[in-house]
T-cell receptor, first 114, second 112 residues
C-alpha cells in the first residue's frame, strides 16, 4: 500500500540558511499534519492543513511557513535556520473519514543545522 | 487541554516476558487515545487506537491496551515480547479530527 512520502530524507544546512521539506500524502488523503521531534523528545505538532486550508497551528516559529497545494502535497518552508531547528520532521496524513483520525506518518526528514 | 503522561521513560525486559507500558491521560472531553511505535531511525507506526466502544483494544504485533476511565489510564500490554519489539513507544491523545499530542515516550529494550 502507498505510504506517506517525505523528501528529502536527510538535509544539512548552515545557520541562517533556508530549507524546504516536502510531504506527499497517501492518495485520497485530504489532511496533512507536520510534527517536529527534537533529539530525545516526543513529536510536537507544528501545523495542519485540510483541503488546502490551514486547519490548526501549534508551536510553529514565525520563521516557518507551510502550505498545501492543489494535489494535496505539502511543503514546510524554514528560513533563518537556527541550531535548535535540528530535528526530525514528520509529516502525517489522514482521510476524509474525520471520525477516525488515524494519522499515517512518513519516515521523516532529518534536518541538521550546522 | 488533553495531555498524556507516560510513567516510565525506559523499560528493560527479557525476551518472552510480559510487558506493560503505562500511560495516564487527562481530559474533560471525549478522548481519542493511541499508541504509536517508533523503531530506530524510522517513522511512527500506529499500534492501536481507542475512540469508543470496547475498552480492550487489540493492535498489531500482539499488543493490546485497556481504556480505564476511572483510573484515566491507557496502558499497553504484551504477554510475551520479542527482541524485535525493542523500540520507543508513544502514548498520545487527540480529538477525532485534529492534532495528536504525544507523551514523552517509553524506550522498551528486550534482552535475550
Amino acid at each position: 500500500a502507498a505510504g506517506v512520502i517525505q523528501s528529502p530524507r536527510h538535509l544539512i544546512k548552515e545557520k541562517r540558511e533556508t530549507a524546504t521539506l516536502k510531504c506527499y500524502p497517501i492518495p485520497r488523503h485530504d489532511t496533512v499534519y507536520w510534527y517536529q521531534q527534537g533529539p530525545g523528545q516526543d513529536p510536537q505538532f507544528l501545523i495542519s492543513f485540510y483541503e488546502k486550508m490551514q486547519s490548526d497551528k501549534g508551536s510553529i516559529p514565525d520563521r516557518f511557513s507551510a502550505q498545501q497545494f492543489s494535489d494535496y502535497h505539502s511543503e514546510l518552508n524554514m528560513s533563518s535556520l537556527e541550531l535548535g531547528d535540528s530535528a526530525l520532521y514528520f509529516c502525517a496524513s489522514s482521510t476524509l473519514d474525520r471520525a477516525n483520525n488515524e494519522q499515517f506518518f512518513g519516515p521523516g526528514t532529518r534536518l541538521t543545522v550546522l | 487541554a488533553q495531555s498524556v503522561t507516560q510513567l516510565d521513560s525506559q523499560v528493560p525486559v527479557f525476551e518472552e516476558a510480559p510487558v506493560e507500558l503505562r500511560c495516564n491521560y487527562s481530559s474533560s472531553v471525549s478522548v481519542y487515545l493511541f499508541w504509536y511505535v517508533q523503531y530506530p531511525n524510522q517513522g511512527l507506526q500506529l499500534l492501536l487506537k481507542y475512540l469508543s466502544g470496547s475498552t480492550l483494544v487489540k493492535g498489531i504485533n500482539g499488543f493490546e491496551a485497556e481504556f480505564n476511565k476511572s483510573q484515566t489510564s491507557f496502558h499497553l500490554r504484551k504477554p510475551s515480547v520479542h527482541i524485535s519489539d525493542t523500540a520507543e513507544y508513544f502514548c498520545g491523545s487527540g480529538t477525532s479530527y485534529g492534532k495528536l499530542t504525544f507523551g514523552q515516550g517509553t524506550i522498551l529494550t528486550v534482552h535475550p
